[in-house]
């Protein structure tokens, strides 16, 4: 068993292994999206990002992903969970931290297996970050949603919802100072025509949607991503939920939100998924609206054991 740094330029001569072994892991993992060879390379092997490899017996048993900046860090495997070892992932582990300073911030997965192991590196210790607090991955549930939806729309006509066309300059427009409002952005000209680009390109290439509510004035939007994910199901990820500051604490989040749940039911989608923090207040509102809890990202400092 051997563990190798593993390059870009590694790519043509066993590229499609590597590519194979994302592949069969990302089967056994949740709501993980559907890329194709290209798109793969692209996503995970970014220009600042470490990788390396478990080889055994002339196969990959091990892929390890460091996604890296100046203070925070995302640490992935992909392991099968047939080869989940103790020694596989301490040497895996043990190879990526030696590249960090003590003290750095790693973004890491709960699911089964990862803590566990990282509880058993007795040459590092693992405690969580506070005050920082978890990020949940939450999956609509039509059951636990406390909305009527037989009843009719709680809209007004001067307060409709409807979809941002990207080709509607104005609509562009106005939904950038919105999003400015709402997170006390720069709102300058220049700055708003940026965020334009941005909201445009995102609703043409990548499957994005953006829901507004109001007529004359915007008072909140929604956007959401649709993609295929491994197992050929459809999935939307609740991107962003926000409200104008003048216009909060009328329930206008929960408003907007429950119309949009319904429109993406309507096109049959498998899951419903949003992410926010443990601490957010938001996940009142996402729970009252039939989100539960199914993973959990933890944010950890590595500290090296006491000798």
Known sequence: MQIQKYERKRKKRDGEKVYDHWLRVAEQRPHSPHLSEDQFWDYFFGPDDLHWILIADDKIKGLLHLESSSDLNFLDFWVLEEDLEEKTIRRLTGRSLSYL???????????PGIRWYYDRLEEWNFRSVEPISPVLWKKYNSEKDDTDHNEGSNLS????????????????????????????????????????????????????????????????????????????????????VGVHPDHRERGLGKLILQEVLKKIR???????????????????????????????????TPQRAKE
């Open 157 to 240: 006509e001067m307060e409709p919802i409807h979809k941002i066309e990207p080709e509607q300059s104005s609509q562009i427009r106005r939904l950038a100072q919105l999003i400015a409002e709402v997170g006390d952005l720069k709102s300058d000209d220049d700055s708003l025509s940026e965020m334009g680009k941005g909201l445009k390109y995102d609703m043409a290439d990548r499957n994005v949607s953006y829901w507004v509510l109001g007529k004359d004035e915007y008072l909140a939007y929604v956007g959401h991503e649709t993609r295929e994910q491994i197992s050929g199901e459809q999935e939307t990820q609740i991107e962003e």
């Open 101 to 111: 300073d003590e003290g750095q911030k790693i973004f890491t997965r709960s699911i």
């Open 266 to 300: 309507k096109d049959e989608i498998e899951g419903i998924y949003v992410k926010t923090h443990s601490k957010n207040p938001a996940k009142f509102l996402y729970k009252s609206c039939g989100f539960e809890t199914v993973e959990e990202i933890t944010l950890l």
